[in-house]
């Protein structure tokens, strides 16, 4: 989750939302793929830390099934990145603070508790939850003035 943070502080950095993603493999400690909030930049409203994490671990594994592998995110996961980590078939999801307006994992649409949903990973939420939340809490007062 520190990789995580890190991703995070930069997107900040860079303007972005702080919000950093790790996707790693448990079974050897590996960190495959590590991305901040880029939407911004990119010009994409779909390059939320998640996404980009997801696939660019994707790209490296030479599969679009990362079954085994851990999602950390900063930020409880939006409903759009829940429905990539589903369609990834992503085994665990770690997130750090809790995001009740748009979440979408426990808050809000609540993507995997619907009987839609074909892949529920295992989730997990509060890692570093504090720290993450204070991380998004002063970039926001910050560009509030």
């Known amino acids: 989750m520190r ?10 950095a860079r303007g ?10 448990p079974a050897s400690g590996e960190v495959i793929a590590a991305a901040g909030n ?11 830390a998640e996404i980009l994490a997801i696939r660019e671990a994707a ?18 996961p ?7 980590i589903s369609h990834a078939r992503i085994g665990r999801v770690v997130f750090g603070a809790q995001d009740a307006k748009g979440g979408g994992v426990i808050h809000g649409a609540r993507v995997f508790d619907q009987p839609t949903c074909h892949w ?5 939420g509060g890692l570093l ?9 002063g970039f926001f007062r ?4």
């Open 3 to 12: 990789i995580a943070l890190d991703m995070a502080q930069d997107a900040a």
């Open 16 to 25: 972005e939302a702080p919000i950093g993603a790790v996707v790693f493999d």
């Open 38 to 48: 880029s939407p911004i930049s990119l010009h994409d409203p779909t390059a939320h």
């Open 59 to 76: 790209r490296i594994r030479g599969n679009y099934r990362l079954t085994g592998l851990t999602l950390l995110v900063t930020l409880e």
């Open 78 to 84: 939006c409903a759009m990145c829940a429905g990539a």
């Open 120 to 124: 529920k990973p295992e989730v997990e």
């Open 129 to 137: 939850a504090e720290e993450s939340a204070a991380l998004l809490r």
């Open 142 to 145: 910050a560009r509030r003035g």
